[in-house]
């Protein structure tokens, strides 16, 4: 399994980038995952659905499944910090890579989704785990870099990058255990 992650504030392109990004990969053969970090709560269940009743009476985990999708939505009784290696640990094993949008601050290798736009600072000047950055205007990158720069607008590229470079995103869970 491979593992990146894509790093950005609000509003960067994230989400955008790694929506085309899955296409382009699948297009290659590869089978993708996608682990999304949340900032505020969510809901995937409607009210008054089996599940959203299940849940509602008590239930820690409820498991929903049929014969083209299965769901699992987990209760916390109180607040609790989810790190991204133990998301990716709940994933299907069979998976080719896993696209992880936010969890910023984690020890996983990222692409910088940096807008000079968003007049936000960018991460790669002090995060050592920025491996490449996807923008929209290399020109005004606040500093060079010798990692590689990609066109926000061109995912291709990117994707033809992380294929290139399959073994360098290589995961290894019991490093992270």
């Known amino acids: 399994m491979n593992v990146v992650g894509f790093a950005g504030y609000s509003g960067s392109g994230k989400t ?19 682990v999304k970090h949340a900032h505020h ?17 008590g239930a820690f985990e409820v498991v929903v499944a049929s014969n083209t ?15 991204v290696h133990q998301l990716i640990a709940e994933l299907h094993a069979g998976v080719d890579w896993v696209l992880v949008e936010g969890f910023k601050d984690s020890d996983l290798q990222k692409i910088e989704v940096w807008r000079a736009s968003e007049a936000k600072p960018a991460r790669y000047l002090y995060d050592a785990f920025i491996v490449a950055i996807a923008t929209d205007s290399p020109v ?18 990117v994707a033809d990058w992380l294929v290139a470079n399959t073994r360098r995103f290589d995961y290894k869970a019991e490093v992270y255990a």
């Open 69 to 83: 999708r299965l769901a699992l939505m987990r209760e916390f009784e109180q607040p609790a910090t989810v790190t």
């Open 41 to 57: 709560s969510f809901d995937i269940d409607h009210p008054g659905k089996d599940t959203a009743r299940h849940r509602a009476a």
């Open 140 to 157: 005004d990158l606040p500093e060079p870099t010798q990692r590689p720069v990609f066109d926000l607008n061109a995912p291709e590229a």
């Open 16 to 34: 955008t980038l790694v929506e085309r990004l899955i296409p382009l990969l699948r297009a290659r053969g590869q089978r993708v995952s996608v």
